[in-house]
């Protein structure tokens, strides 16, 4: 991995003798080829490889594992079971991420209270365990279809709320997720900006989400990436698996609805 | 921003001001507002009722109602009163520093539930415009200003047109997706003459 990155460094440098506007279409280019590069070895998988070792795990005050949750294809059936993510649960009669489902599992099988794992911070304590096995269940259907066809009501009426949110400003900037992203081919500084009002646009970013940010050299869960959208829109912090996050989520996903799960994703 | 009695009175007052000119005032969706309220929180110095939209944000959030006939006159309803707001500088020079200029426009900082109060803002510049010829790494969500001055020249027209645009480029364009600097209080009266320089001074890397 540390040739792959010299030889990326040294492709940088020997493309800065070329022409201003050349210049920036080659950066982007190395860009994507040093990610190229990356992905022979996504780091993501090693949160995978712990992911799938938690999942069998006995944890929590019960001591038991997440082997009977049920994300919608029967207990404990993981494989494919991102891919009809966000969808209608009827046992907690309510439409659920895999974040949110996840956090019923844990409550109901491991004991773990939901409080406690909402109050916790991205990365650290009981969030840590749960974004590996995050990583391990979206690998699990990777090259799959996404089948989000949002049939049951309460599903339609997530994806009709996800979509009024999409487009609501606020905040002291007027931002709202179709400032950045509801027009083809823009992008922030050297980010391109997936159209995620388009279904093209929505499966390149719910296909390549959760990722691994190399900025920040950590695996962004779906949660993560709403999250931090949300900070840099200058909005107040959405809660963790909060009704806003699923109907954003639902959104995108019903959008990108026959795209491919490329999860989990490498991004910059 | 506004508290949700703000919000609510600044309704019934737009309500008052739409009637008066004709035009009927805006709600959002309830059950879209249940699930912002139930889904955020303060975080640093991002208030909770920055959940809140002000008439410009409702108006901008509805493309439907916004190219209704109703809509449009809205639009130019807060469009005007947005330009009637600009106050010019204090002093009457326009023109500051650009070297402090791109400095600020390099920086995008600020108002974020991470920075804090106090502490400079910048104009976020780059993230959506190209600005000098040197600095490749920016956006194209706004237009280029390469070349800005040196394309329009320094005249009052062009001058009080910029510092519009700069203060509230929804005086212009009332769904701009630029944030407006000077009504929120993202930029200070010295950062946008910076701004002015680094766009209008015939020294500024803009206009070489």
């Known amino acids: ?268 | 921003m506004k508290n949700k009695m703000t919000y609510l009175s600044t309704l019934a007052g737009a309500a008052l001001l739409a009637t008066s000119m004709g035009v009927s005032s805006q709600t959002i969706d309830p059950a879209v507002m249940a699930v912002m309220e139930s889904s955020f929180r303060t975080q640093g110095i991002a208030d909770k009722d920055r959940i809140y939209p002000d008439e410009v944000q409702a108006l901008c959030s509805d493309r439907a109602f916004f190219n209704s006939p109703e809509g449009q006159k809205k639009a130019i309803a807060l469009q005007t009163a947005a330009l009637e707001a600009i106050e010019p500088p204090s002093d009457g020079v326009y023109m500051g520093d650009w070297k402090a200029g791109d400095k600020l426009a390099q920086s995008g900082r600020g108002l974020t539930w991470r920075d804090n109060v106090g502490s400079a803002n910048g104009g976020s510049c780059y993230n959506c415009h190209q600005v000098t010829e040197a600095e490749i790494s920016h956006g194209t969500i706004g237009p280029s200003l390469l070349g800005y001055g040196k394309l329009r020249g320094n005249s009052k027209e062009i001058i009080e047109y910029t510092w519009n645009r700069i203060n509230n480029s929804k005086a212009y364009n009332i769904c701009s997706n630029m944030p407006r600097m000077a009504h929120f209080d993202i930029l200070t009266e010295q950062q946008m003459k910076d701004v002015m320089a680094l766009l209008l001074d015939p020294a500024s890397p803009v206009n070489q």
């Open chain 1, 1 to 268: 991995m540390k040739s792959h990155l010299i030889a990326a460094a040294v492709a940088l440098t020997v493309s800065a003798s070329v022409p201003m506007y050349a210049v920036a279409q080659s950066a982007a280019e190395q860009l994507q080829e040093y990610r190229d590069m990356l992905a022979d070895g996504n780091p993501a998988e090693l949160y995978e490889m712990e992911g799938e070792e938690l999942w069998v795990k006995p944890m929590g005050p019960k001591s038991a594992s997440l082997e009977q949750c049920d994300l919608g294809l029967g207990a404990g059936v993981v494989q494919g079971a991102a891919a009809q993510l966000p969808r209608y649960f009827a046992d907690t009669d309510k439409v659920q991420d895999l974040e949110s489902r996840l956090m019923t599992c844990m409550e109901n099988i491991q004991g773990i209270a939901q409080a406690d794992v909402v109050k916790a911070s991205f990365g650290k304590g009981l969030r840590q365990p749960m974004e590996a096995i995050v990583a391990y269940v979206v690998g699990q259907s990777k090259g799959m279809p996404i089948q989000v066809p949002a049939t049951h009501p309460k599903e339609k009426e997530m994806v009709a709320i996800g979509e009024k949110i999409f487009f609501l400003q606020g905040g002291p900037m007027d931002f709202s997720c179709a400032s950045c992203h509801a027009v083809d081919g823009q992008r922030i500084r050297m980010q391109d900006l997936p159209n995620l009002t388009e279904h093209e646009g929505a499966a390149a970013g719910w296909g390549n989400w959760p990722a691994y940010r190399v900025s920040n050299g950590t695996f962004w869960t779906m949660q993560r990436r709403l999250n931090d959208c949300y900070r840099q829109q200058r909005m107040p912090f959405p809660v963790f698996g909060s009704d806003v996050t699923v109907a954003l989520s639902m959104y995108m996903a019903n959008k990108a609805n026959g795209g491919e799960m490329n999860t989990p994703g490498l991004k910059r």
